[in-house]
């Protein structure tokens, strides 16, 4: 029991701490929008460099891959029905 409130109380502080930021993410623009795609695993990795949290990049739901410059809402699954809408920022460079 005391296990599980220590993780459920984890779990709420890394969505806090998600909610809370944007995570920007660089890519090279495009003639139309960027150059490829920022998907679940290029998520994962920036949260990762740039929070120091953990995110398991199936737990990232992206109902398809994002394509173009600005601010984007994703929703992470962190476990035991706790969920994070986490903004995620794509900046176009040259």
């Not at 220590?6 to 502080?13: N, P």
């Not at 090279?28 to 920022?38: E, N």
């Not at 398991?56 to 739901?61: G, M, T």
Request: hydrophobic share 45%.
């Amino acid at each position: 029991e005391a296990e599980l409130q220590a993780l459920l109380k984890r779990l709420e502080e890394e969505k806090k701490v998600l909610e809370d930021s944007v995570i920007k993410i660089e890519k090279k623009l495009a003639p139309a929008g960027i150059k490829g795609s920022v998907g679940n695993s290029d998520i994962a990795k920036a949260i990762k460099e740039q929070l120091g949290i953990e995110i398991d990049k199936k737990h990232i739901n992206l109902k398809k891959a994002l394509k173009s410059v600005g601010e984007h809402e994703v929703n992470i699954k962190l476990g035991h029905a706790i969920h994070a809408l986490v903004k995620v920022e794509i900046i176009g460079v040259e």
